[in-house]
């Protein structure tokens, strides 16, 4: 299962973009780019999911390398409700399972 | 729409007993997905289940097991309960079996093996 790397935390104030990295290097080419969040005492959110062109939603944007071997989340105003660990997966085409890794806790401040 | 219930929320078993955790998705959807989740571990996927059939298992022991009916309503079950089985365990379901499909997570059951 392809694998990715997040950074363990970031911070970010009310109302102010945060864009969330995430690195997949050994991405194959029909790996789906998932984004899930978890808000605290709940189950994992859907966020966003891409392949190769960038995203939007109403949540949020998924900007993706050309490569595909890195992409970012991007809340374009982040609000205290945005406070979770935010997990960024490789969902394998063969397979299909989402492989959770250890996400990005992010902390917003007022 | 309703969202994916999980029932129950809340359950404490001793260990060795069995437990069977249900699960309904949202109306429409077909496949329905398991994850554990723990402090040591995160999130770990158990089993998929599309159309009445197993699609992926993840590496549980044979302990765990699942099914899905008809209605595609899916229920797991744990046999032999041990103390490392208190956990967080999550219902997804989506719409189609797929690496293009978004799953939507129920709120869990939280067993706890004492």
């Known amino acids: 299962d392809a694998k990715t790397t997040q950074p363990n935390s970031m911070e970010s104030n009310e109302e102010e973009p945060v864009h969330l990295p995430c690195n997949h290097s050994t991405i194959s080419g029909t790996d789906y780019i998932h984004w899930y969040r978890q808000l605290p005492s709940q189950g994992p959110e859907y966020v966003i999911h891409?392949?190769?062109s960038n995203v939007n939603n109403r949540m949020a944007s998924l900007a993706i390398a050309e490569d595909r071997k890195s992409s970012t989340l991007i809340l374009h105003r982040a609000t205290l409700r945005d406070a979770a660990v935010y997990y960024c997966?490789?969902?394998?085409?063969?397979?299909?399972?989402?492989?959770f890794g250890t996400g990005t806790r992010l902390q917003v401040f007022p | 729409k309703a969202g994916v219930t999980q029932t129950p929320r809340y359950l404490i078993k001793t260990r060795g007993q069995q437990v069977t955790l249900s699960c309904s998705p949202i109306?429409?959807?077909?496949?329905v997905s398991w994850y554990q989740q723990t402090p040591g571990q995160g999130l770990q996927f158990l089993f998929e289940?599309?159309?009445?059939?197993?699609?992926n298992k993840g590496n549980f022991p044979g302990r765990f097991s699942g099914r899905q009916f008809s209605n595609s309503r899916s229920e797991m079950n744990v046999s032999t309960l041990e103390l490392g089985d208190s956990a967080l365990y999550l219902c997804?379901?989506?719409?189609?079996?797929?690496?293009?499909?978004?799953?939507?997570f129920g709120p869990g059951t939280r067993l706890t093996v004492t």
């Open positions: 997966i490789l969902r394998d085409y063969n397979t299909d399972k989402l492989i």
């Open positions: 289940y599309f159309s009445e059939t197993q699609r």
């Open positions: 997804a379901s989506s719409l189609l079996t797929g690496s293009s499909y978004e799953q939507y």
């Open positions: 109306s429409g959807h077909r496949s």
């Open positions: 891409g392949l190769t």
